[in-house]
């Protein structure tokens, strides 16, 4: 079962909308349908909390894939987030392992890359959705935050 949620411009990190459950198609059309550049402008006014951001979610295989906004409305770009669960070695690679929730962070302005790598994590292709992700310009990777609740 996939879920999806949304955090508009200036949410706290942790504040986020629930919107249920969804499909992969049904998805795409939420992000075809989102007021991105308008959530764009939103953020430049407020210059606090997150970026729009829209969430689908797999707990049946605890991953999640993200889509975020970034820059102004005369240059953007879209982030994808990818979390997963990551063995993580101890400090300096000592010390006992733990799996902790990584995100890996690309960029693109490709919308059609977007709905493609929607419809492979919706239809739970996981690993061609990570080789294709992985072919896009990585932003960042790091322990991915999660709320306390």
Known sequence: MLTYNIQLAGYPYEKYDEKGETNGNDFIAVFETFPWLEQLDSYDQIR???SATITLNSAAHNKSCWISIAGDRKKYL???GYVYL???KGLFGFGKEKIVKWVDIYETTDKDKIKSLIKLFSDEGF???STELNMLKKYDSMEAYVPIT
């Open 48 to 50: 606090a909390g997150c």
């Open 78 to 80: 879209y982030l994808i």
């Open 86 to 88: 990551k063995l993580k």
């Open 127 to 129: 690993d061609q959705f």
